[in-house]
């Protein structure tokens, strides 16, 4: 495709069969990743014609002593172990667990921690393991050297239709 400076040109793609997300998805996704100072935004997506039932999103969580507000001290496994307590705490808070994660993001200040992670994340999670991302990052807040953020997905409501 011809591009000059006067005009743009855009490609689209095919969705390969598979359909294309309605457009109040759309603008409820957009919504809740516009929130602020948010642990956990609920999608309530019954409504629409390509869903139903609930996600939960979640924001990264670093390993933060709750009571104390400070990095926990100690080692990476040290530091992974809470993350992954910190995460599932929030989800308990919107009535799921971490059998209902589908995807996670991991963010690690060196790959050489990838291994001792995967031992310590097999502990939280089950198998059939949710869907993973896994980067290297230059930095993290606080200076924590692990980050995760996760997606759950749960059919069961209830307590979740309060937080939206």
């Avoid at 992954?84 to 050489?112: E, K, P």
């Amino acid at each position: 495709m011809k591009k000059t400076s006067t005009t743009r040109t855009t490609r689209t793609r095919s969705t390969g069969g598979r359909k294309r997300l309605p457009a109040e998805v759309t603008r409820a996704v957009r919504a809740a990743f516009d929130k602020k100072a948010t642990d956990v935004v609920v999608l309530d997506l019954r409504d629409t014609p390509a869903f139903t039932d609930f996600f939960v999103l979640c924001s990264g969580q670093i390993p933060l002593d709750p009571a104390a507000g400070t990095i926990v001290e100690g080692d990476f496994a040290a530091q992974a172990r809470r993350v992954l307590d910190n995460l599932s705490a929030v989800l308990a808070a919107a009535g799921c667990s971490m059998a209902d994660v589908v995807r996670t993001t991991i963010y690690l200040t060196d790959l050489a921690d990838f291994a001792g992670l995967n031992e310590i994340y097999a502990g939280y999670f089950e198998a059939p393991f949710p869907a993973r991302s896994t980067v290297q990052v230059a930095a993290l807040p606080r200076g924590a050297r692990v980050e995760i953020d996760a997606m759950a997905y749960t059919p069961r409501g209830g307590s979740l239709k309060q937080l939206s």
